[in-house]
Protein backbone atom coordinates (compact mmCIF):
# COMPACT_ATOMS: atom_id res chain seq x y z
CA UNK A 1 0.00 0.00 0.00
CA UNK A 2 1.42 3.48 -1.18
CA UNK A 3 1.33 5.97 1.93
CA UNK A 4 1.23 9.73 1.17
CA UNK A 5 2.59 12.56 2.81
CA UNK A 6 1.66 16.38 2.45
CA UNK A 7 4.63 18.41 2.91
CA UNK A 8 4.88 22.13 2.94
CA UNK A 9 7.88 23.17 1.52
CA UNK A 10 7.42 27.09 1.29
CA UNK A 11 4.87 29.08 3.01
CA UNK A 12 2.86 29.24 -0.23
CA UNK A 13 3.54 25.36 -1.90
CA UNK A 14 2.18 22.30 -1.09
CA UNK A 15 2.94 18.66 -2.29
CA UNK A 16 1.62 15.35 -1.92
CA UNK A 17 4.41 12.95 -2.06
CA UNK A 18 4.58 8.87 -2.45
CA UNK A 19 6.85 7.81 0.08
CA UNK A 20 6.98 4.09 -1.13
CA UNK A 21 5.65 0.65 -1.42
CA UNK A 22 5.57 -1.59 1.74
CA UNK A 23 7.86 -4.42 1.97
CA UNK A 24 7.98 -7.39 3.33
CA UNK A 25 11.94 -7.26 4.89
CA UNK A 26 14.28 -3.97 5.27
CA UNK A 27 13.21 -0.26 4.24
CA UNK A 28 10.05 0.37 2.98
CA UNK A 29 12.13 2.75 0.73
CA UNK A 30 13.90 -0.01 -0.82
CA UNK A 31 12.82 -0.81 -4.57
CA UNK A 32 13.92 -4.30 -4.92
CA UNK A 33 16.50 -6.51 -3.05
CA UNK A 34 20.06 -6.84 -3.70
CA UNK A 35 21.38 -8.95 -6.33
CA UNK A 36 23.33 -11.58 -5.40
CA UNK A 37 25.67 -13.78 -7.47
CA UNK A 38 28.91 -15.90 -7.42
CA UNK A 39 30.84 -15.67 -10.21
CA UNK A 40 30.36 -11.86 -11.39
CA UNK A 41 27.92 -8.88 -11.33
CA UNK A 42 27.75 -6.16 -13.64
CA UNK A 43 25.35 -3.17 -12.92
CA UNK A 44 25.35 -0.13 -15.09
CA UNK A 45 22.70 2.78 -15.76
CA UNK A 46 21.34 0.93 -19.01
CA UNK A 47 20.43 -3.31 -18.73
CA UNK A 48 21.49 -3.90 -21.97
CA UNK A 49 25.04 -2.57 -21.04
CA UNK A 50 24.57 -4.87 -18.29
CA UNK A 51 24.34 -7.60 -20.38
CA UNK A 52 27.17 -6.79 -22.90
CA UNK A 53 29.48 -6.68 -19.60
CA UNK A 54 27.71 -10.39 -18.10
CA UNK A 55 28.33 -11.30 -21.74
CA UNK A 56 32.25 -10.42 -21.73
CA UNK A 57 32.24 -12.12 -18.65
CA UNK A 58 30.78 -15.40 -19.75
CA UNK A 59 33.23 -15.08 -22.72
CA UNK A 60 36.25 -15.63 -20.57
CA UNK A 61 36.74 -11.49 -20.58
CA UNK A 62 37.72 -9.90 -16.89
CA UNK A 63 35.95 -7.04 -15.06
CA UNK A 64 38.39 -4.85 -16.35
CA UNK A 65 36.98 -6.06 -20.40
CA UNK A 66 33.85 -6.00 -19.41
CA UNK A 67 33.93 -2.24 -17.83
CA UNK A 68 35.14 -1.14 -21.17
CA UNK A 69 32.31 -2.79 -23.25
CA UNK A 70 29.71 -1.62 -20.94
CA UNK A 71 31.10 2.08 -21.05
CA UNK A 72 31.71 1.54 -24.87
CA UNK A 73 27.98 0.18 -25.04
CA UNK A 74 26.65 3.26 -22.76
CA UNK A 75 28.25 5.87 -25.02
CA UNK A 76 25.82 5.17 -27.93
CA UNK A 77 22.78 3.89 -25.75
CA UNK A 78 23.42 6.67 -23.09
CA UNK A 79 24.73 9.69 -25.16
CA UNK A 80 22.95 11.92 -22.63
CA UNK A 81 25.73 11.46 -20.40
CA UNK A 82 28.80 9.83 -21.73
CA UNK A 83 30.44 8.89 -25.14
CA UNK A 84 33.93 8.32 -26.96
CA UNK A 85 33.95 12.75 -26.54
CA UNK A 86 34.06 12.47 -22.91
CA UNK A 87 37.05 11.73 -20.01
CA UNK A 88 37.19 9.17 -17.98
CA UNK A 89 38.52 7.89 -14.12
CA UNK A 90 38.67 4.31 -12.69
CA UNK A 91 39.74 2.62 -9.98
CA UNK A 92 40.77 -1.01 -10.44
CA UNK A 93 41.16 -3.46 -7.44
CA UNK A 94 43.50 -5.78 -9.20
CA UNK A 95 42.82 -9.98 -7.75
CA UNK A 96 46.60 -10.76 -9.16
CA UNK A 97 48.78 -7.95 -6.95
CA UNK A 98 45.97 -7.20 -4.20
CA UNK A 99 46.09 -3.58 -4.64
CA UNK A 100 44.10 -0.59 -5.86
CA UNK A 101 44.86 1.58 -9.07
CA UNK A 102 43.62 4.50 -10.22
CA UNK A 103 43.36 5.84 -13.78
CA UNK A 104 42.61 9.59 -14.93
CA UNK A 105 42.10 9.83 -18.15
CA UNK A 106 40.80 12.95 -18.38
CA UNK A 107 41.92 15.65 -21.52
CA UNK A 108 43.31 18.95 -21.29
CA UNK A 109 42.33 22.36 -23.16
CA UNK A 110 43.71 23.49 -26.33
CA UNK A 111 47.58 24.50 -26.63
CA UNK A 112 46.53 27.21 -28.73
CA UNK A 113 43.93 28.83 -26.57
CA UNK A 114 44.89 31.32 -23.62
CA UNK A 115 43.60 32.96 -20.69
CA UNK A 116 44.16 36.38 -23.11
CA UNK A 117 41.85 35.16 -25.89
CA UNK A 118 38.96 35.54 -23.49
CA UNK A 119 39.45 38.64 -21.26
CA UNK A 120 39.92 40.07 -24.67
CA UNK A 121 37.11 39.16 -25.93
CA UNK A 122 35.55 40.34 -22.33
CA UNK A 123 34.15 36.88 -21.35
CA UNK A 124 33.45 36.37 -17.74
CA UNK A 125 32.91 32.57 -17.75
CA UNK A 126 33.67 30.13 -20.53
CA UNK A 127 30.43 28.80 -22.63
CA UNK A 128 28.83 26.35 -21.73
CA UNK A 129 28.56 25.01 -25.30
CA UNK A 130 30.12 25.63 -28.48
CA UNK A 131 33.49 25.06 -29.50
CA UNK A 132 35.32 27.04 -26.84
CA UNK A 133 34.39 24.43 -23.49
CA UNK A 134 35.70 21.39 -25.42
CA UNK A 135 39.48 19.76 -23.95
CA UNK A 136 40.35 16.92 -25.25
CA UNK A 137 38.61 13.88 -25.01
CA UNK A 138 40.19 11.05 -22.93
CA UNK A 139 38.04 8.06 -22.74
CA UNK A 140 39.33 6.10 -25.57
CA UNK A 141 43.02 6.22 -24.08
CA UNK A 142 41.55 5.45 -20.86
CA UNK A 143 39.98 2.29 -22.22
CA UNK A 144 43.28 1.16 -23.81
CA UNK A 145 45.78 2.26 -20.59
CA UNK A 146 43.01 0.13 -18.69
CA UNK A 147 43.30 -3.06 -21.44
CA UNK A 148 47.22 -2.88 -21.99
CA UNK A 149 47.84 -2.91 -17.88
CA UNK A 150 44.39 -5.10 -17.39
CA UNK A 151 42.56 -6.52 -19.99
CA UNK A 152 42.43 -10.57 -20.95
CA UNK A 153 41.22 -10.43 -24.20
CA UNK A 154 41.16 -8.55 -27.34
CA UNK A 155 39.93 -4.91 -28.10
CA UNK A 156 38.28 -6.58 -30.93
CA UNK A 157 35.89 -8.77 -29.25
CA UNK A 158 35.42 -5.52 -26.37
CA UNK A 159 34.06 -3.93 -28.78
CA UNK A 160 32.17 -5.48 -31.00
CA UNK A 161 28.64 -5.55 -28.86
CA UNK A 162 28.73 -1.91 -29.29
CA UNK A 163 29.25 -1.73 -33.02
CA UNK A 164 26.73 -4.52 -33.22
CA UNK A 165 24.00 -2.15 -31.50
CA UNK A 166 24.92 1.21 -32.96
CA UNK A 167 24.53 -1.29 -36.59
CA UNK A 168 21.72 -3.41 -36.22
CA UNK A 169 19.88 -0.34 -33.33
CA UNK A 170 18.68 -0.91 -29.94
CA UNK A 171 14.77 0.46 -27.91
CA UNK A 172 15.83 3.45 -26.39
CA UNK A 173 14.83 2.98 -22.27
CA UNK A 174 12.57 5.54 -20.42
CA UNK A 175 15.01 8.17 -18.42
CA UNK A 176 17.70 8.51 -21.37
CA UNK A 177 14.41 9.51 -23.55
CA UNK A 178 13.45 12.24 -21.24
CA UNK A 179 16.71 13.65 -21.51
CA UNK A 180 17.56 13.17 -24.93
CA UNK A 181 14.03 14.67 -25.26
CA UNK A 182 15.47 17.60 -23.34
CA UNK A 183 18.93 18.16 -24.47
CA UNK A 184 17.39 18.49 -28.51
CA UNK A 185 15.11 21.04 -27.48
CA UNK A 186 18.87 22.93 -27.11
CA UNK A 187 21.24 21.32 -29.18
CA UNK A 188 19.36 20.67 -32.06
CA UNK A 189 20.38 23.72 -33.94
CA UNK A 190 24.00 22.47 -33.60
CA UNK A 191 25.40 21.27 -36.94
CA UNK A 192 25.22 17.47 -37.23
CA UNK A 193 23.08 17.08 -34.50
CA UNK A 194 20.20 16.14 -36.07
CA UNK A 195 21.62 14.27 -38.51
CA UNK A 196 23.29 11.63 -35.96
CA UNK A 197 20.79 12.38 -32.79
CA UNK A 198 17.23 12.90 -34.74
CA UNK A 199 16.68 10.39 -37.01
CA UNK A 200 13.60 11.29 -38.70
CA UNK A 201 13.46 14.65 -37.61
CA UNK A 202 13.32 14.12 -33.68
CA UNK A 203 15.05 12.46 -30.53
CA UNK A 204 14.05 9.14 -29.61
CA UNK A 205 10.91 8.33 -27.67
CA UNK A 206 10.86 5.52 -25.05
CA UNK A 207 10.61 2.38 -26.88
CA UNK A 208 11.97 3.16 -30.61
CA UNK A 209 14.57 1.99 -32.33
CA UNK A 210 17.72 4.07 -32.74
CA UNK A 211 20.80 3.21 -34.89
CA UNK A 212 23.93 4.95 -35.17
CA UNK A 213 25.83 3.83 -38.30
CA UNK A 214 28.73 6.30 -37.85
CA UNK A 215 29.72 5.62 -34.04
CA UNK A 216 29.62 2.01 -35.38
CA UNK A 217 32.34 2.87 -37.78
CA UNK A 218 34.41 5.08 -35.30
CA UNK A 219 34.35 1.78 -33.31
CA UNK A 220 35.42 -0.43 -35.46
CA UNK A 221 38.04 1.89 -35.93
CA UNK A 222 39.39 2.22 -32.74
CA UNK A 223 38.68 -1.46 -32.27
CA UNK A 224 40.85 -2.88 -35.23
CA UNK A 225 43.38 0.59 -34.96
CA UNK A 226 43.92 0.74 -31.57
CA UNK A 227 44.17 4.39 -29.44
CA UNK A 228 45.97 5.71 -32.51
CA UNK A 229 42.77 5.77 -34.80
CA UNK A 230 41.08 8.33 -32.47
CA UNK A 231 44.02 10.51 -31.20
CA UNK A 232 46.59 10.25 -34.46
CA UNK A 233 43.99 9.14 -37.47
CA UNK A 234 41.50 10.05 -39.72
CA UNK A 235 39.39 10.65 -36.66
CA UNK A 236 41.70 12.70 -35.19
CA UNK A 237 42.05 14.77 -38.62
CA UNK A 238 37.84 15.34 -38.68
CA UNK A 239 37.32 16.17 -35.38
CA UNK A 240 40.37 18.91 -35.23
CA UNK A 241 39.53 20.39 -39.17
CA UNK A 242 35.41 20.81 -37.82
CA UNK A 243 36.60 22.80 -34.87
CA UNK A 244 38.74 24.85 -36.62
CA UNK A 245 35.65 25.55 -38.95
CA UNK A 246 33.65 26.80 -35.86
CA UNK A 247 36.12 28.69 -34.56
CA UNK A 248 37.87 26.74 -31.71
CA UNK A 249 41.40 25.66 -31.19
CA UNK A 250 41.32 21.92 -30.37
CA UNK A 251 43.71 20.65 -32.91
CA UNK A 252 45.02 17.11 -34.25
CA UNK A 253 48.37 18.24 -32.00
CA UNK A 254 46.05 18.32 -29.00
CA UNK A 255 44.52 15.01 -29.86
CA UNK A 256 47.60 13.54 -30.92
CA UNK A 257 49.90 14.31 -27.75
CA UNK A 258 46.84 13.07 -25.04
CA UNK A 259 48.29 10.62 -22.43
CA UNK A 260 46.39 9.38 -19.78
CA UNK A 261 48.30 9.36 -16.12
CA UNK A 262 48.06 6.21 -13.44
CA UNK A 263 47.50 7.91 -10.01
CA UNK A 264 47.43 6.60 -6.62
CA UNK A 265 44.01 6.98 -4.80
CA UNK A 266 43.36 8.50 -1.92
CA UNK A 267 41.86 7.33 1.49
CA UNK A 268 40.29 8.34 4.73
CA UNK A 269 39.23 5.33 7.62
CA UNK A 270 35.52 6.26 8.49
CA UNK A 271 34.65 4.09 11.40
CA UNK A 272 37.06 0.96 10.36
CA UNK A 273 36.40 1.53 6.61
CA UNK A 274 39.16 2.69 4.42
CA UNK A 275 37.42 4.99 1.16
CA UNK A 276 38.93 5.63 -1.05
CA UNK A 277 38.95 8.63 -3.87
CA UNK A 278 40.84 9.69 -6.98
CA UNK A 279 43.25 13.15 -6.29
CA UNK A 280 42.46 16.39 -8.01
CA UNK A 281 42.04 17.17 -10.64
CA UNK A 282 38.72 15.59 -9.78
CA UNK A 283 36.64 16.23 -6.56
CA UNK A 284 36.48 13.09 -4.75
CA UNK A 285 38.40 14.47 -1.82
CA UNK A 286 35.79 16.60 -1.48
CA UNK A 287 33.90 13.18 -0.05
CA UNK A 288 36.97 12.36 2.29
CA UNK A 289 37.11 15.70 3.63
CA UNK A 290 32.89 15.07 4.21
CA UNK A 291 33.38 11.80 5.85
CA UNK A 292 37.06 13.19 8.48
CA UNK A 293 34.21 15.79 9.34
CA UNK A 294 31.17 13.70 10.35
CA UNK A 295 33.08 10.95 11.81
CA UNK A 296 33.68 13.33 14.85
CA UNK A 297 29.43 12.88 15.34
CA UNK A 298 27.18 10.19 16.73
CA UNK A 299 25.48 9.64 13.19
CA UNK A 300 24.21 6.39 14.31
CA UNK A 301 22.14 8.07 17.12
CA UNK A 302 20.96 10.50 15.67
CA UNK A 303 18.77 8.33 12.99
CA UNK A 304 18.42 7.85 9.23
CA UNK A 305 16.88 11.63 7.68
CA UNK A 306 16.48 13.17 10.85
CA UNK A 307 16.86 16.90 11.17
CA UNK A 308 20.35 16.55 13.44
CA UNK A 309 21.51 14.48 10.80
CA UNK A 310 21.03 16.22 7.52
CA UNK A 311 21.98 19.43 9.71
CA UNK A 312 25.55 17.85 10.03
CA UNK A 313 25.96 16.43 7.00
CA UNK A 314 24.67 20.12 5.07
CA UNK A 315 26.97 22.29 7.25
CA UNK A 316 29.66 19.09 6.41
CA UNK A 317 29.60 19.41 3.07
CA UNK A 318 29.44 23.95 3.03
CA UNK A 319 32.52 23.57 4.92
CA UNK A 320 34.50 21.11 1.95
CA UNK A 321 33.02 22.54 -1.06
CA UNK A 322 34.58 26.05 0.26
CA UNK A 323 38.05 24.14 0.09
CA UNK A 324 36.57 22.51 -3.18
CA UNK A 325 36.45 26.02 -4.29
CA UNK A 326 39.74 26.43 -3.44
CA UNK A 327 41.98 23.92 -3.85
CA UNK A 328 41.18 21.16 -6.11
CA UNK A 329 42.90 22.02 -9.86
CA UNK A 330 45.48 19.98 -12.10
CA UNK A 331 48.36 19.00 -9.82
CA UNK A 332 50.59 19.47 -12.90
CA UNK A 333 50.05 23.34 -12.24
CA UNK A 334 49.63 23.30 -9.06
CA UNK A 335 50.72 22.28 -5.24
CA UNK A 336 47.63 20.79 -3.77
CA UNK A 337 47.72 20.44 0.08
CA UNK A 338 45.91 17.20 -0.14
CA UNK A 339 47.60 15.59 3.20
CA UNK A 340 46.92 18.62 4.85
CA UNK A 341 43.03 19.06 3.39
CA UNK A 342 42.48 15.04 4.30
CA UNK A 343 44.23 15.79 8.04
CA UNK A 344 42.88 14.72 11.25
CA UNK A 345 44.13 18.13 12.89
CA UNK A 346 42.53 19.56 9.83
CA UNK A 347 38.73 18.25 10.28
CA UNK A 348 38.52 18.72 14.05
CA UNK A 349 39.20 22.45 13.06
CA UNK A 350 36.53 22.86 10.24
CA UNK A 351 34.23 20.53 12.23
CA UNK A 352 34.55 22.92 15.48
CA UNK A 353 33.04 25.83 12.86
CA UNK A 354 29.60 24.47 12.82
CA UNK A 355 26.86 25.38 14.95
CA UNK A 356 24.37 22.38 15.88
CA UNK A 357 21.44 24.79 16.05
CA UNK A 358 22.14 26.79 13.02
CA UNK A 359 22.99 27.13 9.70
CA UNK A 360 25.80 28.64 8.17
CA UNK A 361 25.08 31.70 5.45
CA UNK A 362 28.41 31.30 4.66
CA UNK A 363 32.08 29.36 5.15
CA UNK A 364 35.83 31.09 4.66
CA UNK A 365 38.05 28.03 2.89
CA UNK A 366 40.55 26.95 5.31
CA UNK A 367 43.75 28.61 5.47
CA UNK A 368 46.80 26.06 4.61
CA UNK A 369 50.32 26.13 4.18
CA UNK A 370 51.09 25.16 1.07
CA UNK A 371 52.92 26.61 -2.31
CA UNK A 372 25.43 13.92 -16.74
CA UNK A 373 27.85 11.05 -16.55
CA UNK A 374 27.44 7.37 -16.51
CA UNK A 375 28.76 5.31 -13.81
CA UNK A 376 29.49 1.70 -13.74
CA UNK A 377 31.16 -1.30 -11.86
CA UNK A 378 32.01 -4.66 -12.57
CA UNK A 379 33.26 -7.62 -10.66
CA UNK A 380 34.41 -10.69 -12.16
CA UNK A 381 35.56 -14.55 -10.88
CA UNK A 382 39.21 -13.95 -10.30
CA UNK A 383 38.14 -11.04 -7.85
CA UNK A 384 39.11 -7.97 -9.68
CA UNK A 385 36.97 -5.46 -9.63
CA UNK A 386 36.11 -1.87 -11.49
CA UNK A 387 34.70 1.22 -10.31
CA UNK A 388 34.54 3.23 -14.08
CA UNK A 389 32.89 6.55 -14.86
CA UNK A 390 32.50 8.94 -17.53
CA UNK A 391 30.70 11.72 -19.29
CA UNK A 392 30.71 14.46 -21.53
CA UNK A 393 29.50 16.68 -18.77
CA UNK A 394 26.24 19.23 -19.82
CA UNK A 395 24.01 16.08 -20.68
CA UNK A 396 25.10 15.26 -24.33
CA UNK A 397 27.77 17.72 -23.95
CA UNK A 398 29.17 20.82 -25.95
CA UNK A 399 26.83 20.85 -29.03
CA UNK A 400 30.09 19.94 -31.16
CA UNK A 401 29.62 16.96 -33.34
CA UNK A 402 31.96 16.14 -35.65
CA UNK A 403 30.57 15.06 -39.19
CA UNK A 404 30.61 11.12 -39.66
CA UNK A 405 32.02 10.29 -36.58
CA UNK A 406 28.25 9.51 -34.69
CA UNK A 407 29.81 11.23 -31.33
CA UNK A 408 29.85 14.72 -29.48
CA UNK A 409 32.60 16.74 -27.87
CA UNK A 410 32.56 17.24 -23.92
CA UNK A 411 32.28 20.83 -22.94
CA UNK A 412 34.06 19.64 -19.76
CA UNK A 413 36.31 22.92 -20.18
CA UNK A 414 33.64 25.07 -18.86
CA UNK A 415 34.75 24.54 -15.45
CA UNK A 416 37.80 26.58 -16.11
CA UNK A 417 38.04 29.53 -13.84
CA UNK A 418 38.58 32.95 -15.43
CA UNK A 419 40.07 34.16 -12.05
CA UNK A 420 44.02 35.08 -12.46
CA UNK A 421 45.64 33.61 -9.47
CA UNK A 422 43.00 30.97 -9.09
CA UNK A 423 44.04 27.51 -9.03
CA UNK A 424 41.58 26.29 -11.56
CA UNK A 425 42.30 29.54 -13.73
CA UNK A 426 42.21 28.56 -17.55
CA UNK A 427 45.30 27.31 -18.88
CA UNK A 428 46.68 25.96 -22.20
CA UNK A 429 47.48 22.30 -21.85
CA UNK A 430 45.79 21.99 -18.43
CA UNK A 431 43.23 19.55 -17.33
CA UNK A 432 40.23 21.48 -16.27
CA UNK A 433 37.96 20.46 -12.65
CA UNK A 434 36.67 17.89 -12.82
CA UNK A 435 33.04 16.83 -11.22
CA UNK A 436 32.52 12.82 -12.16
CA UNK A 437 35.05 10.09 -9.48
CA UNK A 438 34.70 6.51 -8.90
CA UNK A 439 35.01 5.34 -5.17
CA UNK A 440 36.23 2.28 -3.86
CA UNK A 441 36.12 1.17 0.32
CA UNK A 442 38.61 -1.59 1.65
CA UNK A 443 37.95 -3.20 5.13
CA UNK A 444 41.63 -4.59 6.50
CA UNK A 445 43.55 -4.17 2.94
CA UNK A 446 40.62 -6.65 1.30
CA UNK A 447 38.47 -5.23 -1.52
CA UNK A 448 34.94 -4.27 -0.04
CA UNK A 449 32.54 -2.43 -2.34
CA UNK A 450 32.77 -0.61 -5.54
CA UNK A 451 30.69 2.05 -5.76
CA UNK A 452 29.93 5.50 -7.57
CA UNK A 453 27.09 8.00 -7.81
CA UNK A 454 26.49 10.74 -10.87
CA UNK A 455 25.15 13.97 -11.23
CA UNK A 456 27.42 16.88 -10.91
CA UNK A 457 28.19 18.68 -7.71
CA UNK A 458 26.01 15.83 -6.14
CA UNK A 459 28.49 12.86 -6.70
CA UNK A 460 30.80 13.40 -3.73
CA UNK A 461 27.22 14.43 -1.10
CA UNK A 462 25.76 11.17 -3.02
CA UNK A 463 29.32 9.29 -2.05
CA UNK A 464 29.10 10.46 2.30
CA UNK A 465 25.47 9.63 2.03
CA UNK A 466 25.98 6.27 0.39
CA UNK A 467 28.94 5.53 3.21
CA UNK A 468 26.90 6.71 6.22
CA UNK A 469 23.48 4.84 4.81
CA UNK A 470 25.96 1.78 5.24
CA UNK A 471 27.85 2.51 7.87
CA UNK A 472 26.09 4.35 10.44
CA UNK A 473 22.55 3.53 9.44
CA UNK A 474 23.03 -0.32 8.54
CA UNK A 475 21.43 -0.55 5.26
CA UNK A 476 21.96 -2.91 2.76
CA UNK A 477 23.44 -1.86 -0.78
CA UNK A 478 20.11 -1.71 -2.60
CA UNK A 479 18.53 0.52 0.12
CA UNK A 480 21.50 2.37 0.72
CA UNK A 481 21.34 3.92 -3.27
CA UNK A 482 17.31 3.84 -2.78
CA UNK A 483 17.13 6.20 0.46
CA UNK A 484 15.68 9.54 -0.09
CA UNK A 485 18.92 11.99 -0.76
CA UNK A 486 19.91 15.33 0.31
CA UNK A 487 21.47 17.87 -2.32
CA UNK A 488 22.55 21.16 -1.81
CA UNK A 489 23.44 23.90 -4.08
CA UNK A 490 24.85 27.25 -3.49
CA UNK A 491 28.40 26.07 -2.00
CA UNK A 492 31.39 28.36 -3.82
CA UNK A 493 31.92 26.94 -7.11
CA UNK A 494 35.58 25.74 -8.70
CA UNK A 495 35.19 28.98 -11.07
CA UNK A 496 35.27 31.05 -8.05
CA UNK A 497 31.90 31.81 -7.56
CA UNK A 498 30.45 32.26 -3.87
CA UNK A 499 28.05 30.92 -1.85
CA UNK A 500 25.56 33.27 -0.60
CA UNK A 501 22.70 33.38 2.15
CA UNK A 502 23.70 29.73 2.71
CA UNK A 503 22.89 28.10 -0.24
CA UNK A 504 19.79 25.88 -0.92
CA UNK A 505 18.83 22.53 0.33
CA UNK A 506 17.07 20.03 -1.86
CA UNK A 507 15.15 17.19 -0.38
CA UNK A 508 13.66 14.08 -2.26
CA UNK A 509 10.39 12.55 -0.85
CA UNK A 510 10.15 10.73 2.21
CA UNK A 511 11.71 13.37 4.16
CA UNK A 512 9.11 14.16 7.14
CA UNK A 513 7.50 17.45 7.22
CA UNK A 514 8.19 17.43 11.33
CA UNK A 515 12.14 17.28 10.37
CA UNK A 516 11.86 20.47 7.25
CA UNK A 517 10.01 22.13 9.90
CA UNK A 518 13.04 21.93 12.27
CA UNK A 519 15.31 22.70 9.52
CA UNK A 520 13.77 25.43 8.44
CA UNK A 521 14.20 27.07 12.23
CA UNK A 522 17.75 26.51 12.24
CA UNK A 523 17.90 28.55 8.88
CA UNK A 524 18.16 25.84 6.29
CA UNK A 525 16.60 27.20 2.90
CA UNK A 526 14.36 23.62 1.81
CA UNK A 527 13.37 23.11 -1.76
CA UNK A 528 11.69 20.14 -3.22
CA UNK A 529 13.28 19.13 -6.63
CA UNK A 530 12.16 17.01 -9.18
CA UNK A 531 15.27 15.53 -10.27
CA UNK A 532 19.09 15.84 -9.76
CA UNK A 533 19.62 13.58 -6.55
CA UNK A 534 22.39 11.08 -9.09
CA UNK A 535 22.16 7.56 -10.14
CA UNK A 536 24.05 4.96 -8.10
CA UNK A 537 25.26 1.59 -9.19
CA UNK A 538 27.55 -0.77 -6.64
CA UNK A 539 28.48 -4.16 -5.94
CA UNK A 540 30.10 -5.61 -2.63
CA UNK A 541 31.99 -8.32 -1.85
CA UNK A 542 31.38 -10.96 0.82
CA UNK A 543 34.63 -12.42 2.02
CA UNK A 544 33.09 -14.82 3.93
CA UNK A 545 30.48 -16.63 1.75
CA UNK A 546 32.59 -15.68 -1.48
CA UNK A 547 30.03 -13.99 -3.33
CA UNK A 548 28.96 -10.54 -4.69
CA UNK A 549 25.96 -8.22 -3.89
CA UNK A 550 24.80 -5.56 -6.70
CA UNK A 551 22.39 -2.70 -6.22
CA UNK A 552 21.12 -0.27 -8.77
CA UNK A 553 19.15 2.51 -7.66
CA UNK A 554 15.86 3.15 -9.15
CA UNK A 555 16.11 6.60 -10.21
CA UNK A 556 17.53 5.83 -13.91
CA UNK A 557 16.81 2.64 -15.71
CA UNK A 558 19.97 0.03 -14.85
CA UNK A 559 20.40 -2.69 -13.96
CA UNK A 560 22.42 -4.77 -11.41
CA UNK A 561 22.88 -8.44 -13.01
CA UNK A 562 24.86 -11.23 -11.92
CA UNK A 563 25.55 -15.16 -12.79
Same mark, same amino acid.
Given at each position: ??R ?23 H ?13 M ?10 ? =? ?84 ? =??? /???E???K ?17 N ?13 ? /???K? +???Y???K ?6 G ?7 I????? +? ?21 K ?20 H ?9 ? %? ?5 V???P ?19 I ?6 ? =?D ?5 L???? +? ?7 ? !? ?7 ? *????? &?????A ?7 ? *????A ?13 ? !? +???? @? ?19 M ?9 Q ?6 ? &?E???? %? ?9 H ?5 F???? #? ?5 ? /? ?12 QI ?8 M ?65 ? @? ?5 Y??A ?9 ? #??
Amino acid at each position: MKRFILIQLSFTFLAIVTVGQDRLTGHSFATRSEVIAQHGMACTSQPLATQV =ALDILKKGGNAIDAAIAANATLGLMEPTGNGVGGDLFAIVWDARTKKLYGLNASGRSPKSLTLNYFKKNNYTKIPSHGPLPISVPG =AVD /GWFELHNKFGSIPMTDILQPAIDYANNGFPVSEVIAYYWQ /GGAKY +LHNYPNFKETYMPGGHAPVKGEIFKNPY +LASTLKKIAEGGRDAFYKGDIAKTIAAFIKEQGGFLSYEDLAKHKSEWVEPLSV %NYRGFDVWELPPNGQGTAALQMLNILEGFDISSMGFAS =ADYIHFFLEAKK +LAFEDRAKY !YADPAFNDI *PLKQL &LSDEYARKRRALIN *PERAARSYPAGELEQGNTI !Y +LTVA @DSHGNMVSLIQSNYRGLGSGMVPPGLGFMLQDRGELFS &LEEGHM %NVYEPGKRPFHTIIPAFVTKD #GKPYISF /GLMGGSMQPQGHVQIIVNIIDFGMNLQEAGDAPRIRHSGSSQPTGEIMKDGGMVFLESGIDYEVIRELKNRGHNIQWAHGGFGGYQAIMW @DEENKLYFGASESRKDGQAA #GY
